[in-house]
């Protein structure tokens, strides 16, 4: 009988173990786990043999613009993005890092009467993965940016604007170029 006991006790044991590694999943802790990229193409003319594609932004009334298909700015240099109010609406507010502010700077000197095109993947509202991605504006670039402050009024419900920056600041957090987020 003592043996019995024993045994309980080691089973008994291993599932508190376990319950406590596994932990409960809960809304806020599914949060913290969302991720988000954005990729700033440079309009380009459109050129068979060069790297361009075409893509189609503002789903209401689509516009078509070619594009480079390698970024010259990704999520990977956003040390903060949040969504912030604006006239009409609102709009994404994305802080770059040293280096991604020295390369909004270039590119916005550089190609002015040309269009950024902002492509984003992002967890839908009511998901759990990312979708395949699609463009959320198109701003034109009309003055050289050097504080690496880029806002844009985002093609999106302001709830999937909100989940774009919830990811991009997790994607900051565990890149180590943003501030530390508190939740």
Request: negative net charge.
């Amino acid at each position: 009988m003592l043996v019995r006991f024993n045994g309980f006790n080691l089973y008994l044991a291993l599932a508190i173990l376990v319950a406590s590694m596994v932990g409960c999943a809960t809304p806020h802790s599914e949060e913290k786990k969302v991720l988000s990229t954005l990729r700033l193409h440079l309009e380009a003319r459109p050129d068979p043999m060069a790297h361009t594609e075409v893509v189609e932004v503002y789903r209401g009334s689509p516009v078509k613009f070619s594009i480079d298909e390698i970024p010259f700015l990704t999520e990977a240099m956003v040390k903060e993005a949040k969504v912030i109010d604006a006239e009409g609406g609102f709009a994404l507010q994305i802080q770059f890092d040293q280096k991604g502010t020295w390369l909004l700077e270039e590119y916005t000197s550089a190609n002015r009467t040309k269009h950024i095109v902002v492509v984003s993947q992002f967890v839908e509202p009511g998901e759990k993965e990312l979708n395949k991605g699609r463009p959320l504006a198109a701003p034109r670039i009309n003055n050289h940016i050097t504080n690496g402050l880029f806002i844009f009024s985002p093609d999106a419900s302001r709830e999937e604007a909100e989940r774009v920056a919830l990811g991009l600041n997790h994607v900051a957090e565990k890149l180590e170029t943003g501030k530390e987020i508190k939740m």
